[in-house]
């Protein structure tokens, strides 16, 4: 049997973007707040929300936004993605990069670029220590996040 497609005529489709600047070499930046204002401005009751960066050495995660924790994310990453590494990438010979930042990519791409939240009266289904998170791997840096809504 085929799956079905209802259409509501009253659809919204909104994106917003806005700019936040890392302070440090690796750090977490709670977005939760601007994330929660733009689906609140943008008057859906339900829906999706998807949220990214648009840079490949930073990740948007949904974690609890305690520091400690995100420590112990950054600890557990340089293990997978170990910092003396020989990366072909930090090679000037094989890339055009200069910032020698092939951990933050690699970091970056294992954890994502965005994630999806449903919205529910107006608000982001979020549990109570969730947080929207964006993960800087190579800062300090400005970064843009993208916020597309769609729903009723």
């Known amino acids: 049997m085929s799956p079905t497609l209802t259409e509501s005529a009253g659809m919204k489709v909104r994106r917003r973007s806005f700019?936040?600047?890392s302070e440090g070499r690796r750090e977490a930046?709670?977005?939760?707040?601007?994330?929660?204002d733009i689906v609140r401005?943008?008057?859906v009751q339900d829906g999706l929300v998807f949220t990214n960066c648009l840079h490949t050495?930073?990740?948007?995660?949904i974690i609890d936004s305690q520091p400690e924790l995100f420590q112990d994310l950054s600890h557990m990453m340089g293990r997978f993605v170990?910092?003396?590494?020989?990366?072909?990438?930090?090679?000037p010979r094989l890339s055009d990069c200069e910032?020698?930042?092939?951990?933050?990519?690699?970091?970056?791409?294992?954890?994502?670029?965005?994630?999806?939240?449903?919205?529910?009266?107006?608000?982001?289904?979020?549990?109570?220590?969730?947080s929207i998170l964006l993960a800087e791997?190579?800062?300090?840096?400005?970064?843009?996040?993208?916020v597309q809504i769609m729903g009723v």
């Open 19 to 21: 700019a936040v600047q």
């Open 29 to 36: 930046i709670d977005i939760t707040r601007q994330v929660r």
């Open 41 to 43: 401005e943008a008057g």
């Open 57 to 61: 050495t930073c990740s948007v995660l």
């Open 82 to 91: 170990e910092d003396e590494c020989q990366y072909k990438h930090n090679d």
């Open 99 to 130: 910032r020698g930042n092939a951990t933050a990519h690699l970091r970056a791409s294992l954890l994502g670029h965005g994630v999806a939240i449903g919205i529910s009266a107006g608000e982001l289904l979020l549990g109570g220590s969730q």
């Open 137 to 146: 791997w190579d800062g300090p840096r400005p970064r843009n996040v993208n």
